[in-house]
């Protein structure tokens, strides 16, 4: 059976802005793959159309059948993780067997305050409290 694996280093999972992110890669295959790739990335969820960016990314031509590598990548200034309520950004690693079905992902926090943060509800006006995002209620009929 095929594996493949990622370890943050120390268990890690919060980052600063400019912070380097280290861990290890692990795998063990039927069959030796042409390669493993390794992105670091972050991308959008929600109401809104989704987005997604690569920071870093490595490839590891002929890893053999079974192995592991480090890793350490310098972590960008941003965009920084959130969660609202019509959108949230995360940022992951991900390890892919190519070619191959395997991969593996490990979600991270990005953040200059130690926590992902939390977008506040938009009042109608605009202003933070609740309501979508450019409600404007309508004036009322005579």
Same mark, same amino acid.
Request: charged letters at 20%; a positive charge; glycine letters at 12%.
């Given at each position: 059976?095929?594996?493949?694996?990622?370890?943050?280093?120390?268990?890690?999972?919060?980052?600063?802005?400019?912070?380097?992110?280290?861990? &290890?890669?692990?795998w063990h295959f039927?069959?030796? +793959?042409? !390669?493993?790739? #390794?992105?670091?990335?972050? %991308? *959008?969820?929600?109401?809104?159309?989704?987005?997604?960016?690569?920071?870093?990314?490595?490839?590891? &031509?002929?890893?053999?059948?079974?192995?592991?590598? +480090?890793? !350490?990548?310098? #972590?960008?200034?941003?965009? %920084? *993780?959130?969660?609202?309520?019509?959108?949230?950004?995360?940022?992951?690693?991900?390890?892919?067997?190519?070619?191959?079905?395997?991969?593996?992902?490990?979600?991270?926090?990005?953040?200059p305050t130690g926590?992902?943060?939390?977008?506040?509800?938009?009042?109608?006006d605009g202003a933070?409290?609740?309501?979508?995002?450019?409600?404007?209620?309508?004036?009322?009929?005579?």
């Amino acid at each position: 059976m095929s594996q493949l694996s990622i370890q943050l280093a120390h268990g890690k999972r919060v980052y600063a802005p400019g912070e380097t992110l280290q861990g &290890q890669v692990r795998w063990h295959f039927e069959r030796p +793959p042409d !390669s493993i790739e #390794l992105v670091v990335f972050w %991308h *959008t969820e929600g109401r809104a159309l989704s987005d997604s960016g690569v920071s870093s990314r490595v490839h590891w &031509q002929q890893p053999g059948q079974r192995g592991e590598r +480090p890793f !350490s990548f310098s #972590l960008p200034e941003g965009p %920084h *993780t959130f969660r609202g309520k019509l959108i949230s950004l995360s940022w992951a690693v991900e390890a892919i067997q190519r070619p191959g079905k395997q991969h593996a992902q490990v979600s991270f926090v990005l953040s200059p305050t130690g926590a992902e943060l939390v977008l506040p509800e938009l009042e109608p006006d605009g202003a933070p409290g609740g309501g979508p995002v450019g409600f404007r209620p309508s004036a009322s009929r005579r």
